[in-house]
């Protein structure tokens, strides 16, 4: 799943659509004030620890792990969602991401830029995104909860204005291969799941099979054991 551009030029002809593709929208001048640079306020913080996924994990009851992928051009100071403030800086590349989290539901709200000629905070448009609940996300408690892609780029810059697209896409596949590639006893401890709206059950399905192999293999082991 990539989700369109959740924010907009002045002119409306920034954002993209799920082809990474210019598009016109008809938000009209005052998806400007969404869209431009505005101050960080208003935002409130919860738990947020980033973790070792090769290392054990203890999770209180209320505690659940996000697994988020980070595929940004722009250097970003920090991540909004409501209730949540992710006081992390990420440097511009691609970043693999386990943080331990209150369980509950989110939504992405901003991120802050810190990129000189697009530095401030930027706000998602949730009405330009193609499905609604598009930026919303649920973290179950002692699960491993992947949050997606997010994928950051700047579009333009000016003398008053500068604007981003930001793209939220379903890489479910390249994270698990990433995981049993690197830290393949994290799917061993925490049962993984999907915590976007989309429905895929991918990592469920991919969960339910790896457990249905590693048992038919004990299974042969105890059989074939004199």
């Known amino acids: 799943m990539v989700a369109r551009s959740g924010l907009v030029d002045p002119a409306g002809a920034g954002a993209e659509d799920s082809r990474g593709t210019r598009r016109r929208t008809a938000l009209g001048p005052f998806a400007l004030v969404a869209a431009c640079v505005a101050l960080l306020s208003g935002c409130s913080s919860t738990h947020f620890v980033r973790e070792d996924p090769s290392a054990p994990i203890e999770l209180a009851p209320d505690e659940g792990l996000i697994l988020l992928q980070i595929d940004s051009d722009l250097d970003l100071e920090r991540l909004i969602l409501t209730g949540l403030v992710i006081e992390e800086p990420v440097p511009a590349g691609r970043h693999f991401w386990v943080a331990r989290m209150r369980a509950g539901a989110y939504s992405w709200n901003s991120v802050v830029v810190q990129t000189k000629a ?5 706000r998602f448009q949730r009405t330009v995104y193609q499905r609604p609940g598009e930026l919303d996300l649920t973290i179950r408690p002692g699960e491993l909860n992947y949050a997606g892609e997010l994928i950051v780029r700047g579009i333009r ?4 204005y500068a604007w981003i697209s930001v793209r939220i896409r379903n ?8 995981i049993e590639q690197e830290y393949p006893e994290l799917l061993d401890r925490v049962p993984a799941r999907n915590a976007g709206t ?15 192999l590693r048992s038919a293999a004990t299974s042969s082991d105890e059989e074939a054991s004199p």
């Open 157 to 160: 810059s000016g003398f008053r």
């Open 198 to 212: 989309s429905g895929d059950r991918f990592l469920e399905f991919y969960r339910d099979e790896r457990e249905r």
């Open 118 to 122: 697009y530095a401030g905070r930027y």
């Open 171 to 178: 890489h479910a596949g390249s994270a698990v291969r990433r």
